[in-house]
């Protein structure tokens, strides 16, 4: 990792434009593969580091959201979510069940008094996400106003939540999903074998298993993924049951609160 100098409080980095430079254009070269730009990465992970550091300084309690934690020593907070019979029962039925981590979530944020929480989504994902702050408010409720997003110009947020309302804080809403590939291959980073293709499915996105599905895919490593998404026109979340069901399902999910 290259962290920033500590010392330089007025540090101010550019935002790395994903449409310029993209890690798959950088690895495909007249065919071949061949390592990713390093500039390209290096300022994606430097400008994520600038907005974690951003968030730490100017908030009082945070929390990252993640499915793991013991075996990183982190305080660890296990919230079971409420069940299906107590969700909006005017919800199509994959977005009902997404809903639920949205009301457990509220549940936690009510119980420890969190006043921001650090998630990884993305710009890229989907068209409503694309809409999105760094630094996002949400009310008190933990609602979502598309309409009432506050500027960031420059790299000034505005990390101050009202009294019982907190900040969603997201460090790589401006990478892509070949962002994501290109780093993990030049980092080394371990992958759950779900991401590479096994009889010709893979999974691209993750989610709860009822309402996740594999796509069509002959990527099994890294490389080939990489090389599939400079081709592809399926999105990410294609084998996510809720993208496919009312126009609005998302959208209505996001501004209750889900990530």
Same mark, same amino acid.
């Given at each position: 990792?290259?962290?920033?100098?500590?010392?330089?409080?007025?540090?101010?980095?550019?935002?790395?434009?994903?449409?310029?430079?993209?890690?798959?254009?950088?690895?495909?070269?007249?065919? +071949? @593969?061949? *390592?990713?730009?390093? =500039?390209? $990465?290096?300022?994606?992970? #430097?400008?994520?580091?600038?907005?974690?550091?951003? /968030?730490?300084?100017?908030?009082?309690?945070?929390?990252?959201?993640?499915?793991?934690?013991?075996?990183?020593?982190?305080?660890?907070?296990?919230?079971?979510?409420?069940?299906?019979?107590?969700?909006?029962?005017?919800?199509?039925?994959?977005? +009902? @069940?997404? *809903?639920?981590?949205? =009301?457990? $979530?509220?549940?936690?944020? #009510?119980?420890?008094?969190?006043?921001?929480?650090? /998630?990884?989504?993305?710009r890229d994902e989907e068209a409503t996400r694309a809409k999105e702050r760094v630094?996002?408010?949400?009310?008190?409720?933990?609602?979502?106003?598309?309409?009432?997003?506050?500027?960031?110009?420059?790299?000034?947020?505005?990390?101050?939540?009202?009294?019982?309302?907190?900040?969603?804080?997201?460090?790589?809403?401006?990478?892509?999903?070949?962002?994501?590939?290109?780093?993990?291959?030049?980092?080394?980073?371990?992958?759950?074998?779900?991401?590479?293709?096994?009889?010709?499915?893979?999974?691209?996105?993750?989610?709860?298993?009822?309402?996740?599905?594999?796509?069509?895919?002959?990527?099994?490593?890294?490389?080939?993924?990489?090389?599939?998404?400079?081709?592809?026109?399926?999105?990410?979340?294609?084998?996510?049951?809720?993208?496919?069901?009312?126009?609005d399902a998302f959208e209505r999910l996001r501004v209750a609160g889900y990530l």
């Open positions: 990792m290259h962290l920033l100098n500590s010392d330089s409080a007025n540090d101010r980095l550019p935002h790395a434009n994903p449409m310029q430079g993209s890690a798959v254009r950088q690895i495909l070269v007249n065919g +071949r @593969s061949l *390592a990713p730009s390093m =500039d390209h $990465l290096d300022a994606l992970e #430097a400008q994520s580091i600038y907005i974690f550091r951003e /968030a730490f300084a100017r908030l009082k309690k945070l929390a990252l959201l993640c499915r793991y934690g013991k075996e990183w020593e982190l305080d660890l907070k296990i919230e079971p979510c409420p069940p299906l019979e107590t969700i909006d029962p005017t919800l199509p039925p994959a977005a +009902r @069940s997404a *809903a639920r981590k949205t =009301d457990g $979530l509220k549940l936690a944020l #009510a119980k420890y008094g969190f006043d921001g929480l650090i /998630a990884g989504i993305r630094f996002s408010p949400r009310g008190t409720e933990g609602g979502w106003d598309v309409r009432d997003q506050p500027p960031e110009f420059w790299d000034q947020f505005n990390a101050s939540p009202p009294p019982g309302a907190h900040l969603r804080i997201h460090p790589i809403l401006h990478w892509t999903e070949a962002d994501i590939w290109a780093y993990t291959q030049r980092e080394n980073i371990p992958i759950i074998p779900l991401y590479l293709a096994n009889e010709g499915k893979r999974y691209r996105s993750l989610g709860d298993a009822d309402i996740t599905n594999p796509v069509a895919s002959t990527a099994s490593s890294i490389e080939e993924i990489l090389i599939e998404l400079d081709g592809t026109k399926v999105p990410e979340r294609a084998g996510r049951a809720l993208d496919h069901e009312t126009e």
